[in-house]
């Protein structure tokens, strides 16, 4: 099947089920684990995948999210420390 290009979704799991092209930035995962700050600012430009990556850490991290397959094929899943973390916590998630 043909990959599409889309534009304009911020969804995570939607961009991985639709079987659009997604660059992948899940080592950003790891970067927040390994970082020891208590708070992260994260300034970037208008349209540069904000959304997207909080809704990619909000499916890795959340407990009730069935997130098994969306991550397979991804660069976090070399990282078997970080893995392990895969669905444990409980998220609240805002936009």
Do not use: A, H, Q
Not at 1 to 30: A, T, V, W
Not at 61 to 68: A, G, N, Q
Request: glycine content about 6%; charged content about 30%.
């Amino acid at each position: 099947m043909k990959k599409l290009i889309l534009i304009g979704i911020s969804g995570f799991k939607k961009l991985i089920e639709s079987n659009c092209y997604f660059i992948d930035k899940s080592l950003l995962i790891r970067e927040f684990i390994e970082n020891s700050s208590e708070i992260m600012l994260i300034p970037r430009p208008r349209r540069f995948g904000k959304t997207l990556n909080m809704s990619m850490i909000k499916y890795f991290f959340d407990i009730r999210e069935e997130s098994k397959n969306l991550f397979d094929g991804l660069k976090i899943e070399k990282c078997e420390n970080i893995k392990s973390l895969k669905g444990k916590y409980p998220v609240i998630y805002i936009f």
